[in-house]
């Protein structure tokens, strides 16, 4: 399923959206350049969580744990391990806990992640700034339900 946002505000309510629909264990899977829109995304399911705590990048810390909301929220930027892997960072800690896991550049640690999760893709217009088009991809029957229960929200 792809959508198509004008605006940073757009992301964050789709997110929002989302949200209302997450469960305890989820895995969602961030990609876009950079500057795409990942942690606009990932704000905007903090908002819909209710979480009041401000939601940035954790590129310096790896992983960022917001629990003030209706689900704890597990923010991973995996950026800097590019050429390195997860190794012993214990990841699987996270996928296991009651809380929702929303993984930005998780191409570089891909052998530790669950099959089953929803891929969110962000993709830049040439021709906007502010635009941009997202994907959601499905991997197993949880994350395929997901996706269609958003599909019929945002109609």
């Known amino acids: 399923m792809k959508i198509s946002v004008r605006c940073a505000e757009e992301t964050i309510r789709y997110a929002q ?6 469960t305890s264990g ?10 795409a829109g990942k942690t606009t995304f990932t704000k905007g399911l903090a908002a819909g969580l209710g979480i009041t705590k401000n939601v940035k990048s954790p590129t310096f810390n790896l992983v960022k744990e917001y629990r003030d909301g209706q689900l704890p929220l597990f923010h991973m930027d995996l950026y800097r391990l590019e050429g390195v892997g997860a190794g012993d960072l214990g990841l699987e800690e996270y996928f296991n ?3 929702v896991s929303v993984l930005e550049w998780s ?8 099959s089953a999760h929803l891929v ?3 993709e830049k217009d040439d021709e906007h700034d502010d635009w941009r088009k997202i994907e959601f991809v499905a991997s197993g029957q949880r994350y395929e339900q997901l996706v269609s229960e958003f599909a019929e929200l945002i109609k």
């Open 17 to 22: 959206l989302l949200s209302s629909l997450l």
């Open 26 to 35: 989820d895995i969602i899977l961030l990609n876009g350049d950079l500057g």
């Open 97 to 99: 806990q009651s809380g």
């Open 107 to 114: 191409q570089f640690v891909a052998e530790d992640i669950p």
């Open 120 to 122: 969110i893709n962000l």
